[in-house]
């Protein structure tokens, strides 16, 4: 899925993932960054916060908010001058922010079916439906 998602990746949007802890958030991202051409390490961004990533196309910022107690958090961290039009902002846990974090053009939710893992994606703007039809389009050619 992830892979998939580089269809359609731009500076400029945002993508919220939300789920429970080992549901695939990270792995998402990996799989994004692949396909985007990083061919480094991708760790989670749970003690950092954020992980920087300057692309041929595009710069991504992965944050995780796990470890934010509440909103005034994120108010105080000035990772607010990161979302706009010269970066792809991925946000796992962005719940923990509160309203006051960039809403989401594509939202990710994760959970657990059975054995496996079930992801609903919801596309937010119109720009985030552009995202998901290009995304969508990949994954059935895939």
Request: proline share 5%.
């Amino acid at each position: 899925m992830g892979a998939a998602l580089a269809e359609g990746a731009r500076n400029g949007l945002v993508l919220h993932l939300i789920g429970d802890l080992g549901a695939g958030k990270t792995t998402l991202v990996r799989g994004l960054l692949g396909a985007l051409g990083h061919r480094g390490r991708v760790k989670s961004p749970t003690y950092t916060l954020v992980e920087p990533y300057s692309l041929s196309r595009l710069y991504l910022y992965h944050f995780d908010f796990y470890r934010f107690k509440d909103k005034s958090e994120w108010l105080n961290s000035g990772f607010q001058e990161h979302f706009g039009p010269e970066a792809l902002c991925v946000v796992e846990w962005p719940e923990k922010a509160g309203e006051a974090i960039a809403p989401p053009d594509l939202k990710i939710r994760f959970g657990y079916e059975g054995t496996g893992r079930a992801a609903l994606l919801e596309a937010r703007s119109p720009q985030g439906e552009a995202w998901l039809a290009a995304a969508l389009s990949r994954w059935r050619s895939s």
